[in-house]
């Protein structure tokens, strides 16, 4: 009783969540129609058996560095946020470069130079879950004693590649930056938080000189399945002790889940469903004879599975569908997966639709690690219309992408395989076909070290010069270009004339 007073008297700061979100796709995409010819599938194959219609991918000129740099700029751009406000940064990845040195202290970068060193905060990794774990530690920090009034950034990247075969049509990449604060578009449910961890062998990555991990799809979809089971039944516990009663599904306007590929998402969708007709009074003639099924026995019972999933798809194509705008597009992005889908529900769905509704959201990172938790949308309708219409450019993102055939793609990825981990190497493609504002890796020397720079963003044409201003702006131009002999500092900026 004692400490329920002191709770009820301690202040938190109110609507604690996600000020802003920025995207970064990668400029490459392979169609997954295109693969199923390609790899001589059965026609269908990914793109109904995995409900996915294409998958973007990176060249050898990036890597998780440069996807988080590009990310965290254009973030720091497009909503005008000064390096300074910036006092905690988390990074959730599974995508490793380094063994000691962390993809936050390489964005370290761009505080540093405008001043603000004093940034808390370190990488999370755990497979898909590190996105999610550096979200919560994000929001703890700014919910604690420690919070100095200034913003939490978190970022989410990954490169999700495969070695040839069934796997690889499963990859992705992708980088999800999130802006965290008080007075939150999406404000996380505080004490609603469900988490499941345990120590499987279900996907891992042990070869720390390969990008591709060692899988066991039978096992992950087990893992995966078992823990939703578990975090939703621990969500609807909090629910209880917090509200009184027992919530379903119905508690959620939308659900967002970590997307390895959209079929799943729909059997898991189907799955919360077959938890709430067990605990329910209602009866239905397809569905009562699956009534005494045990939860550990329902994993791959396939008369089970598509009877719910028949029953749910109406609650489905309202619920969860607006979520896979970006994922059936790209594929999974590991850690930054569930946050792509948050997003496309702002891309999909029209402002007066989201108003001051709940968004639950699971979260799966193989190994294992995993939680259940919602957040609830602002029903400020002038904030929420602005914040919809600063993700506008996604579309775009998506729509202006290259499209590469199977053949070229494969040959990219035989590329990156030969040289990702590679000391002493300049890459091979052609950073042109990049989309302006993108981060590029110009070098990578005998030590390992890394150069990046920066597709610079076209600038308003000025008036046509002089020519003796053009013989000038030329003799400029020679002494400022990038060279990977200059300092640190020159890699990170550009000269202005290019």
């Known amino acids: 009783n004692e400490y329920k007073s002191y709770l009820s008297k301690m202040s938190w700061p109110d609507r604690v969540g996600v000020v802003a979100f920025e995207v970064y796709l990668p400029k490459l995409y392979v169609p997954h129609e295109d693969l199923e010819e390609y790899d001589g599938a059965s026609k269908g194959k990914y793109t109904i058996g995995l409900g996915q219609r294409g998958m973007a991918f990176c060249s050898d000129a990036e890597d998780i560095n440069s996807m988080s740099l590009t990310v965290v700029e254009g973030l720091m751009e497009n909503y005008d946020i000064n390096y300074s406000d910036i006092g905690h940064l988390q990074v959730g990845t599974e995508t490793l470069l380094d063994k000691s040195k962390s993809v936050k202290t390489v964005l370290m970068e761009l ?23 550096a979200l919560f530690n994000a929001v703890n920090w700014v919910e604690s004693s420690a919070w100095d009034g200034r913003y939490a950034l978190v970022v989410a990247a990954d490169i ?54 060692y899988v066991n799809g039978k096992l992950s979809i087990e893992c995966f399945l078992k823990a939703l089971d578990v975090t939703y039944g621990g969500y609807k516990d909090k629910v209880f002790k917090k509200h009184n009663h027992r ?72 619920k969860t569908e607006p979520t896979l705008l970006i994922s059936k597009n790209v594929g999974n992005m590991y850690t930054a997966t569930l946050y792509s889908c948050i997003v496309s529900l702002f ?100 030590e390992y070290r890394r150069t990046y720079a920066r597709v610079p963003a076209p600038l308003p044409t000025p008036p046509p010069p002089s020519s003796d201003e053009a013989t000038a702006e030329g003799d400029q131009h020679d002494q400022h270009i990038i060279s990977t002999n200059q300092s640190n500092d020159c890699t990170m900026n550009y000269c202005r004339y290019m």
């Open 111 to 133: 505080f540093v130079k405008h001043g603000n060193s004093d940034i808390e905060g370190v990488d999370n990794l755990n497979a898909c879950y590190g996105g999610t774990a």
């Open 160 to 213: 999700a590649v495969y070695a040839s075969g069934n796997a690889r049509p499963t990859g992705g990449a992708g980088a999800v930056a999130m802006l965290v604060g008080p007075n939150a578009v999406l404000a996380l449910d505080r004490g609603l938080r469900s988490t499941h961890m345990d120590h499987v062998y279900d996907f891992y990555k042990p070869d720390l000189n390969s990008e591709y991990p």
């Open 247 to 318: 919530p379903d599904m119905s508690y959620f306007d939308f659900m967002a889940f970590h997307s390895p590929f959209s079929k799943l998402v729909q059997k898991s969708f189907a799955r919360l469903t077959f938890h709430d007709y067990q605990n329910s009074a209602e009866s239905v003639t397809e569905l009562d004879q699956f009534r005494g099924v045990k939860l550990e026995d329902s994993y791959f019972n396939k008369n089970l599975e598509k009877a719910f999933m028949e029953y749910s798809k109406n609650a489905y194509k309202e």
């Open 347 to 446: 891309l999909s769905k029209n402002v007066n639709e989201l108003v001051g509704r709940r968004v639950g959201a699971f979260s799966y990172g193989s190994g294992l690690a995993s939680s259940m938790f919602s957040f609830t949308i602002t029903s400020d309708v002038s904030t929420l219309r602005h914040f919809a219409q600063k993700l506008s450019y996604v579309t775009d993102l998506l729509e202006g992408r290259e499209k590469v055939s199977p053949a070229e793609f494969e040959a990219l990825m035989k590329q990156r395989e030969d040289s990702n981990h590679s000391p002493n190497r300049t890459p091979a493609f052609d950073t042109n076909r990049l989309n302006p504002g993108t981060y590029y890796i110009v070098k990578v020397d005998e």
